[in-house]
């Protein structure tokens, strides 16, 4: 039905949804992909979707996008049972309220629709198609059995209609047994029920194929995606090739995905059903089939695949391996929830301890996102690993905990320095962690005022991030650089570091990470210096939305971008702005003590505060809980359901809201949201809920 409906939409937007789109970044960058083949659309609506993080904000542009474009367009989600990410769930039913007039979304789901269906149905904004509306009707049989090469009389058509309850799949299920021989289709009873169409596919089907063929079909009904050359390996045999073309041919419920007929899959009822049959009959080759498949994916670079697989197997070496080898890019990539469902396998199984360096990514992936908490636990894990040797990486892990501590710098710089040199002498040549190390090196030479060798590391560090690929990382060493060009009173210098920086952030749209924090407030800082106020409050606004990311778990950037956003603020004369920046640069102090000349810098701040008269009240004066609520209050959720998304009670996301609507001047969701247009904050209209 929706191939029907699709085929007359002139501009049509088509997501088969599986499992890798289960990551929200994922979802909008196919989303945005799709939108711009039916129209261009700004690269800056495709640079926002593939920041981690921009979520709703992301969406709120593609949707304004589309919205702008010369005709209306269609969109359709199938299979969107696939999506179990709350975050992907949430953009869903977001995408549907904020859906621009005259376009249309057509979801198709197995299970329930991730719609706000109450609220669509009281606009009259939905239709809805249920089982009963797709059920056939006896002409309707009679068309598909004679499509399927069989004829039976109308009593017996009516016969199936009602055995099958006019389910489709059902039907051509039978038409297929019968074919095989089993009779004219009378007394054929099931209703789709999981459990008794696998006894009939195994009584009137499977029992009907021979052997060799059972054996396949069970075998490779472990892959979401067949070829040949995969099904050989996986199967032991060869002649796969053949064996899918005729099983095609002969409409066993296998359909190809391409033209040239290389790549196949199996229609998902089958293939459940015939995963079922696999744990019956061979329970103990399902994990060697997928260690076969992951082997045949590693070796032509699927890692994602090979990772699923894997994972499938229990295979944690594996898996560590491949989430080492791919982390990096796929974070880069704007996939965090990706990386995080990969790293987080290992803690749901109870596999952390023995896979050390996962434990250091895991750490450094949880501060990256502002998760002090789990970044300690973590790290902690990782340092009581008694493993002494190189990991698969190259690096040893020696050189692999030295990188750790040097990041979480919790004795201050010349510890920091000791470990960044330790490091470095036993990470692999290659190892994208080097360009880390030297910052810092240099972040602990600028902290204790050696502004030459902080300048030297700060350079190889940009060569090294550059190098490795670690585009995010180049603008924030980029803005140290800058730092170190002030300190030598080198502003012209530092307005060129401050421009290359943003260049960079431009061009690969890293608003939302960790590392664009610094880089906003340090440029927020220049242009108070030049007297560009309007680009002040901009550049300081950036760089707010981003100090829920800033903690403890790495202190050194975190408390050096919140010193330059305490700045721009006391010289616009923001003092609550300044205010919120240093409360939370002491909240760092409380577990990160030893922070070198950055403390008598905090003290210096701390006495110009004291000056500043008036109050200005704003995003600036958010506390960073505060500023995690804020981007969901434009959404369909609930003051309840925002609650439930960031795992705080529901007085505590009541106290938290009161205290936007304070700040912003305001006393209603709808005028905080109001108030959140005038400042830039929303990209476009929105439907809220103020409950």
């Known amino acids: 039905m929706l191939a029907q409906w699709a085929a007359r939409q002139p501009r049509l937007v088509w997501l088969s949804v599986d499992d890798r789109d289960n990551d929200p970044t994922a979802l909008l960058l196919h989303l945005a992909a799709g939108a711009d083949r039916v129209e261009r659309i700004d690269a800056k609506v495709l640079r926002s979707a593939a920041s981690p993080g921009a979520g709703m904000a992301a969406l709120a542009l593609l949707m304004a996008s589309i919205g702008s474009m010369s005709a209306p367009v269609a969109i359709v989600l199938d299979h969107a049972e696939a999506l179990t990410n709350r975050a992907c769930r949430d953009l869903v039913a977001e995408m549907a309220l904020r859906l621009p007039s005259g376009s249309q979304l057509a979801i198709g789901s197995q299970r329930d629709v991730p719609v706000p269906m109450a609220i669509l149905r009281a606009r009259g904004a939905v239709a809805e198609v249920g089982i009963d509306d797709l059920a056939m009707t006896g002409p309707e049989a009679r068309s598909l059995l004679e499509a399927a090469g069989v004829e039976l009389s109308e009593q017996h058509v009516d016969e199936l209609v009602g055995s099958t309850e006019g389910w489709p799949v059902g039907l051509y299920l039978a038409a297929l047994a019968i074919n095989a021989g089993s009779g004219a289709g009378t007394g054929l009873r099931f ?17 009907r194929v021979s052997r060799a063929d059972v054996s396949f079909l069970t ?38 995905l391409d033209r040239r007929g290389e790549w196949f899959r199996y229609h998902h009822l089958l293939r459940d059903l015939l995963r079922a049959e696999l744990v019956r009959r061979e329970p103990d080759v399902v994990a060697e089939l997928h260690i076969r498949a992951a082997t045949w994916y590693e070796e032509h670079n699927l890692h994602e695949a090979a990772i699923e697989h894997a994972q499938q197997a229990g295979d944690a070496d594996r898996v560590a391996r491949l989430v080492l080898k791919v982390g990096n890019p796929v974070w880069i990539s704007g996939r965090l929830d990706t990386v995080l469902r990969w790293t987080e396998w290992f803690s749901d199984n109870d596999m952390v301890e023995g896979q050390p ?5 895991g750490a450094l992936i949880y501060a990256l996102i502002g998760k002090a908490g789990d970044a300690d636990r973590w790290a902690r894990a990782a340092e009581q690993t008694t493993f002494s040797g190189t990991l698969d990486d190259g690096n040893t892990m020696a050189s692999t ?7 979480l710098c919790r004795a201050g710089p010349a510890e920091m320095r000791r470990d960044a040199e330790a490091a470095l002498a036993g990470l692999a040549p290659l190892s994208p962690y080097r360009a880390a190390m030297h910052h810092a090196a240099g972040a602990a030479d600028l902290l204790e ?34 730092i170190v060009a002030l300190e030598r009173d080198e502003w012209s210098q530092a307005e060129a570091y401050v421009a290359q920086s943003l260049a960079v952030m431009r061009d690969a749209g890293f608003d939302d990470y960790w590392t664009s924090a610094l880089v906003y407030a340090f440029a927020a800082r220049v242009a108070a210096r030049r007297g560009d106020l309007a680009a002040v409050r901009d550049l300081a606004g950036r760089a707010a939305r981003l100090r829920p990311l800033l903690t403890h778990a790495l202190p050194v950037v975190s408390v050096q971008a919140l010193l330059e956003l305490a700045r721009s603020y006391i010289t616009i004369g923001d003092r609550a702005g300044a205010r919120a920046a240093l409360r939370q640069v002491h909240d760092i102090h409380q577990h990160r003590p ?3 000349n950055l403390t008598g810098q905090v003290a210096e701040l701390d006495a110009k505060l004291q000056t500043l008269a008036g109050e200005m ?20 959720l609930s003051l309840f359901e925002i609650g439930e998304r960031l795992f705080i009670s529901r007085n505590t996301i009541k106290s938290q809201t009161i205290s936007i609507y304070r700040k912003f001047g305001v006393s209603s969701r709808g005028e905080a949201i109001d108030r959140m247009h005038d400042l830039g904050l929303v990209a476009s209209p929105v439907v809220y809920l103020d409950r």
């Not at 360096?357 to 990514?361: G, L, P, Q």
């Not at 995003?619 to 969901?632: G, H, I, K, N």
């Open 401 to 407: 905990l030295a990188y750790l501590r040097a990041l």
């Open 357 to 361: 360096a996962i434990a250091v990514h």
């Open 219 to 256: 075998r490779t009904s472990i892959l979401e995606r067949m070829s040949g050359s995969l099904c050989d390996v996986v199967t032991g045999r060869e002649g796969a090739g053949r064996v899918l073309d005729r099983l095609e041919r002969r409409n066993l419920l296998v359909i190809p």
């Open 449 to 482: 005022g050696d502004l030459e060798r902080a300048d030297a590391n700060f350079a190889r560090a940009v060569d090294e991030a550059s190098a490795a690929g670690l585009v995010p990382f180049v603008p924030v060493v980029l803005a140290e650089r800058g």
């Open 617 to 636: 009240l704003g995003v600036a004066a958010l506390t960073t809980a505060e500023l995690r609520v804020l981007p969901l209050l434009p959404t369909h």
């Open 594 to 596: 030893h922070l070198g």
């Open 191 to 207: 209703t789709g029920d999981d459990l008794f169409v696998g006894d009939y596919l195994r009584s009137e089907f499977l029992h």
